[in-house]
């Protein structure tokens, strides 16, 4: 019964019913693979984004710790944790200045920081691996605090260890250093 007519008649129409459920049983069969295909190749596509840019991270990470200068010797502190106290006492016009307790303790803890014993001029250094000596300076005590040294006042002297000394927000803090400012 199945008769080709090339005079334009619909082939179908001349198809057994079966004929016709199962090419339309095999047309959805094509689209379904078709779909599935196409998520294959998103899935593919997903994984090899997401490859490539854990590898482009951990290759830049590793460019960064490669490329880095070294810190030279003369700046490092030390090596290893350390806690130490220096004092620091700040005089305005022959009045002694309080220094807030908890000064650099928050949400992130920094290495120089002051707690309730601060009344009595207590500054913390406390760190736990390399310390550079940018990081252990009077300065960094100040930017802690969101102070400027210098709102204290004019005409500032400082003292460390009972010597003058001019290095200011420079000075590199040690143990158990007395560290003075005076202001007009």
Do not use: C
């Not at 198809?15 to 599935?36: N, P, Y």
């Not at 490859?51 to 003369?74: H, K, M, N």
């Not at 009045?95 to 009344?119: K, Y």
């Not at 406390?126 to 940018?134: H, N, P, S, T, V």
Request: proline share 4%; charged share 25%; aromatic share 8%.
């Amino acid at each position: 019964m199945n008769k080709q007519i090339s005079n334009g008649v619909n082939p179908q129409i001349l198809l057994t019913k079966k004929e016709r459920k199962d090419l339309k049983r095999q047309g959805k069969l094509e689209v379904k693979e078709a779909s599935a295909q196409k998520r294959r190749l998103k899935k593919i596509a997903s994984w090899g984004l997401g490859g490539g840019l854990t590898v482009a991270l951990i290759g830049g990470l590793i460019w960064y710790v490669v490329t880095r200068p070294p810190v030279p010797e003369s700046d490092i502190v030390s090596r290893g944790a350390f806690h130490w106290h220096p004092g620091l006492t700040i005089y305005v016009k022959g009045e002694q200045q309080e220094i807030p307790a908890n000064i650099g303790i928050g949400a992130v803890h920094r290495p120089i920081h002051t707690h309730d014993d601060s009344g009595q001029g207590i500054v913390h250094m406390e760190f736990q691996g390399l310390a550079r000596k940018q990081d252990t300076t009077l300065g960094q005590f100040f930017e802690n605090w969101n102070k400027d040294m210098r709102s204290f006042g004019t005409n500032m002297k400082m003292t460390v260890n009972g010597e003058e000394n001019t290095e200011y927000g420079n000075y590199v803090m040690g143990d158990k250093d007395k560290i003075e400012l005076r202001f007009d």
